[in-house]
């Protein structure tokens, strides 16, 4: 790590470090939203478990011990790094410390890029839209703002689990869940089926890029809210007797809480643009709400592009979402030199 201040030390994580780290997390968002959820799991994959292996990171604390910085670039997927740098809001000589996690981040991507054989990267960091000092770094280190999300949210009350008080979808739209074997693991053909859903609803979205099947499994199931229980497709019949064609695909995961219910989380929602304007993201989004409800859970979350395309932040808002806060993209396009 170049450019330390002096006396800071920088290093791995480990499981020691997981108190400090969650601790680090939830005051950074403090600092900006005023509040924070953080969930120790996913620190704890992120840091030290299955998230860790397509990540490389380090933590930098002061010579007392104290954890004042984290910073992980994930192998995302071919030609894109995420980013991931956090300073603690009292750290001293904070620009100077951001600034050199910055560029660790931005020489350990390259080496990414390197290892799998290609010209370059993109480095993608995400931002919340008022944290000044964040914005502030990202753009020094040579980021540029590209794109603004909202963080919305649905109250859910308990009636809504009960069968039949939300509509189901239209006629000619089902939803059902991915097929499952006997041990309760999914039927691989519709996993490939919720991936090509994805793959073709976001290619029309902005900075769509192709994951392949094995990257896109493999990152889902790193999160700890993960269920296969909670991926569902959508299919749509036309005419008597017609098969059905897969139409589009929701996943979702759990938002744990360890002060209240646990929510639900629409991670991934698309629809197929011969599909658009039938219904079919309605019914996918009224199935996870039910499935909610059902489950004894409060809310569910998702996140929006606020210039999609498709118009979706209207939908969400119709069918009663609100934005909660507000966070954005940073993108940096670098290139490998040869050495």
């Not at 995400?126 to 000092?133: G, I, K, L, P």
């Not at 304007?277 to 039910?290: M, N």
């Amino acid at each position: 790590m170049p450019d330390l201040p002096t006396g800071w030390v920088a290093r791995t994580p480990g499981l020691t470090d997981l108190e400090a780290l969650v601790d680090l997390v939830a005051a950074h968002q403090s600092s900006v939203r005023g509040s924070s959820s953080v969930d120790p799991e996913a620190v704890a994959a992120a840091a030290t478990g299955t998230a860790s292996w397509t990540r490389r990171q380090v933590l930098v604390e002061e010579g007392d011990g104290a954890v004042e910085a984290w910073a992980s670039v994930h192998d995302r997927a071919a030609g894109r790094s995420v980013v991931d740098v956090t300073v603690a809001p009292g750290a001293a000589d904070a620009d100077r410390l951001a600034a050199a996690l910055f560029g660790w981040a931005e020489e350990t991507a390259l080496g990414i890029a390197r290892q799998r054989s290609l010209p370059g990267t993109q480095l993608d960091a995400s931002a919340y839209a008022a944290d000044q000092r964040q914005r502030g770094w990202l753009a020094e280190a040579g980021y540029r703002h590209t794109r603004t999300w909202l963080q919305m949210s649905r109250p859910v009350p308990a009636e809504e689990g009960q069968p039949g008080a939300l509509p189901g979808p239209r006629e000619g739209v089902t939803v059902r869940r991915v097929a499952k074997h006997d041990d309760g693991l999914p039927v691989a053909a519709d996993l490939q089926t919720v991936h090509q859903m994805l793959e073709e609803s976001f290619a029309d979205h902005f900075n769509s890029y192709r994951e392949s099947f094995a990257e896109f499994v493999q990152r889902l199931r790193e999160d700890p809210g993960h269920r296969w229980d909670h991926w569902w497709l959508a299919e749509i019949v036309d005419g008597d007797g017609g098969e059905p064609e897969a139409a589009g695909a929701l996943v979702g995961t759990v938002s744990e809480s360890g002060t209240g219910p646990d929510g639900s989380y629409v991670a991934y929602l698309g629809v197929l643009e011969s599909a658009r304007g039938r219904g079919v993201a309605t019914g996918l989004l009224r199935t996870i709400i039910a499935d909610a409800a059902s489950r004894g859970r409060d809310r569910v979350g998702l996140e929006v592009d606020a210039d999609s395309p498709t118009g979706a932040d209207g939908l969400y808002t119709a069918m009663g979402w609100g934005t909660k806060y507000v966070t954005e993209s940073w993108h940096k396009d670098v290139t490998v030199h040869e050495q």
